[in-house]
């Protein structure tokens, strides 16, 4: 039996409204930026620039587009070199002025987490968790969040965010859209593993507000109840991973969690508003080495030993 999946209210009253730019030549001469990424595709086709500044925002742009069946494209940093964020056409949904961090907790395992709004950068999250200081407004904070976060300034040797795509000024909504990898994925994975809980706005408007393991896929399927009225039949991805390297594209399993299916799949099935990554400790030290090998075969043979090698160590001294 398919797993029932229940839309929320959006997120976002009173929040100043979003800006609407709908002459093409000011686009193109104002915005230039927004209409190019790292992969230097194009030309760009556009009709309208948007610059949502809440989820309610992102909610009823995506509605109106979907009912006018206008295509709307999701622009983040614009680091993308596969030109995900050049618009093909229709809206371009810029997510830039949702840059705050909304929360941290403890989870029930005391890892921390820190929730996000999607345009927060990966270098501003290393910059804030660096100083201590994720901008919080300590009026606004529940007692559990107040107590997480002195509780993560207290530890002296201090948390970090693995997943590092190398270009920092990603933004992490992005991130998890893509399931970026990077530098640091040989020991940490992607950014699947650190992401535990993500609202996202469906293209019809609607809300879907979901935590890791509470909505895994029934039968290889979801039903998304809607608030209006109606539910939407969801059939899990039924394609077989490659077993090579496969961090981005659709992650397919027949009792896949609903947050992992959002995972990666670049805005294709949803627009990311908020984001909970969980946080590591920062390693006691790093080391760098270079090692010569006599072959491909023993180097290969390494890289494939070094990640057990290390976690089973580590795990005397690895808090994460
Ligand atoms: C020099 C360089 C090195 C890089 N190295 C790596 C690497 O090692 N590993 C790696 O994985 N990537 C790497 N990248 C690619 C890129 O940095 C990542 O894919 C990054 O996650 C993209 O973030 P962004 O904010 O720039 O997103 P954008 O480029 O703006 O968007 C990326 C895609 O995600 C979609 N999207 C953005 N935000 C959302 C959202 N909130 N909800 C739904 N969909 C959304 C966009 O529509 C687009 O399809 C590299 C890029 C460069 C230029």
Do not use: W
């Amino acid at each position: 039996m398919s797993t029932v999946v229940r839309t929320v209210e959006p997120r976002g009253e009173g929040v100043p409204g979003c800006t609407i730019i709908e002459s093409v030549e000011r686009i193109t001469e104002s915005y230039a930026d927004y209409l190019t990424d790292e992969s230097g595709f194009g030309p760009p086709d556009v009709d309208c620039l948007v610059f949502a500044r809440s989820e309610r925002q992102v909610a009823d742009v995506l509605a109106d587009a979907n009912g006018r069946g206008v295509h709307v494209t999701v622009s983040a940093g614009r680091t993308g070199i596969v030109g995900g964020a050049v618009p093909a056409g229709g809206t371009l949904l810029s997510l830039a002025e949702m840059n705050k961090v909304l929360g941290i907790r403890r989870l029930a395992d005391g890892r921390f987490a820190v929730r996000v709004e999607p345009a927060v950068t990966v270098a501003g999250l290393e910059e804030m968790l660096a100083a201590g200081d994720l901008g919080l407004d300590p009026a606004t904070l529940l007692p559990e969040e107040a107590d997480a976060l002195a509780a993560l300034k207290a530890d002296e040797r201090g948390y970090f965010y693995p997943p590092d795509p190398t270009e920092m000024s990603a933004h992490l909504g992005a991130t998890v859209a893509t399931n970026a990898s990077g530098a640091r994925s040989y020991y940490y994975g992607a950014t699947r593993r650190h992401v535990h809980s993500i609202r996202v706005v469906l293209p019809c408007g609607e809300v879907i507000a979901a935590e890791r393991g509470i909505h895994t896929a029934g039968d290889g399927r979801f039903e998304i109840k809607l608030a209006a009225g109606g539910s939407l039949d969801v059939a899990v991805p039924g394609y077989t991973m490659p077993e090579t390297k496969n961090a981005a594209g659709y992650y397919v399993s027949p009792d896949v969690d609903i947050v992992d299916l959002f995972i990666g799949s670049e805005g294709t099935l949803g627009v990311l508003t908020e984001v909970e990554l969980i946080l590591s400790r920062c390693p006691a030290g790093v080391l760098s080495a270079l090692a010569f090998f006599p072959d491909d075969e023993s180097a290969i043979a390494f890289v494939r030993h070094a990640p057990a090698c290390s976690s089973s160590r580590s795990s005397r001294t690895r808090t994460v």
